[in-house]
């Protein structure tokens, strides 16, 4: 087995998904948490592979891109979280990407606004504009592959990524947006509610 060693900022974020994924599948890995000027140093030092986290190291390989990562620990790890099906693959690296590039690009700039009320603005925005976008195509997949999770019966590393991003707007995670803005996302509420019903996510939860 691999030594691994996942390296994001102290907070769930980007690499929250990665974490579960990891614990899920039983795999032993140290957690490096990084506050702000510990990553500007990394980044300075040159450590960082373009700069950005997370990173994972495999036996001291430093590597980037959270899909890739996320579609490795699936390989050594829990060989459920990524479907063997062609079809069901194609769908949850659709989601996968859709999440990670297409939502997270257009989230970035309101995470650096320091006015406020630049930064509602620039929610409201996001709420009606490019994740009100994602959210409905991926409630086409999940209804192509017969739900509740993007591939269908099976819990998916698509659907750790889903789930992280419902989360964190039904806990106020991010100002602006709240429940409300994805309550008509019925079916996204749905892998959400069996995400947390899936006995390995039980078995993480502190009781």
């Given at each position: 087995?691999?030594?691994?060693?996942?390296?994001?900022?102290?907070?769930?974020?980007?690499?929250?998904?990665?974490?579960?994924?990891?614990?899920?599948s039983g795999l032993p890995f140290e957690d490096v948490?990084?506050?702000?000027?510990?990553?500007?140093?990394?980044?300075?030092?040159?450590?960082?592979?373009?700069?950005?986290?997370?990173?994972?190291?495999?036996?001291?390989?430093?590597?980037?891109?959270?899909?890739?990562?996320?579609?490795?620990?699936?390989?050594?790890?829990?060989?459920?979280?990524?479907?063997?099906?062609?079809?069901?693959?194609?769908?949850?690296?659709?989601?996968?990407?859709?999440?990670?590039?297409?939502?997270?690009?257009?989230?970035?700039?309101?995470?650096?606004?320091?006015?406020?009320?630049?930064?509602?603005?620039?929610?409201?925005?996001?709420?009606?504009?490019?994740?009100?976008?994602?959210?409905?195509?991926?409630?086409?997949?999940?209804?192509?592959?017969?739900?509740?999770?993007?591939?269908?019966?099976?819990?998916?590393?698509?659907?750790?990524?889903?789930?992280?991003?419902?989360?964190?707007?039904?806990?106020?995670?991010?100002?602006?947006?709240?429940?409300?803005?994805?309550?008509?996302?019925?079916?996204?509420?749905?892998?959400?509610?069996?995400?947390?019903?899936?006995?390995?996510?039980?078995?993480?939860?502190?009781?």
């Amino acid at each position: 087995m691999p030594t691994l060693k996942l390296t994001y900022f102290d907070s769930p974020g980007r690499a929250e998904p990665i974490r579960v994924a990891l614990r899920i599948s039983g795999l032993p890995f140290e957690d490096v948490r990084l506050k702000f000027p510990a990553f500007a140093e990394a980044k300075a030092a040159g450590v960082l592979p373009l700069g950005q986290v997370p990173v994972l190291e495999v036996d001291g390989a430093r590597l980037v891109q959270t899909a890739a990562i996320l579609r490795y620990v699936a390989h050594i790890g829990d060989r459920s979280l990524y479907p063997s099906d062609p079809w069901r693959a194609l769908l949850v690296d659709s989601a996968l990407d859709s999440f990670n590039d297409t939502l997270s690009h257009a989230l970035l700039p309101s995470l650096f606004e320091r006015d406020p009320a630049k930064k509602l603005a620039m929610r409201a925005e996001l709420a009606t504009g490019r994740l009100a976008a994602v959210y409905g195509y991926v409630e086409g997949l999940i209804a192509q592959s017969g739900g509740p999770f993007v591939g269908g019966a099976a819990m998916s590393i698509a659907d750790l990524v889903a789930a992280a991003g419902v989360l964190q707007i039904r806990n106020g995670g991010l100002d602006g947006l709240d429940a409300s803005h994805i309550a008509r996302f019925e079916r996204m509420g749905a892998l959400t509610d069996a995400y947390l019903r899936d006995p390995r996510i039980v078995a993480l939860t502190p009781r």
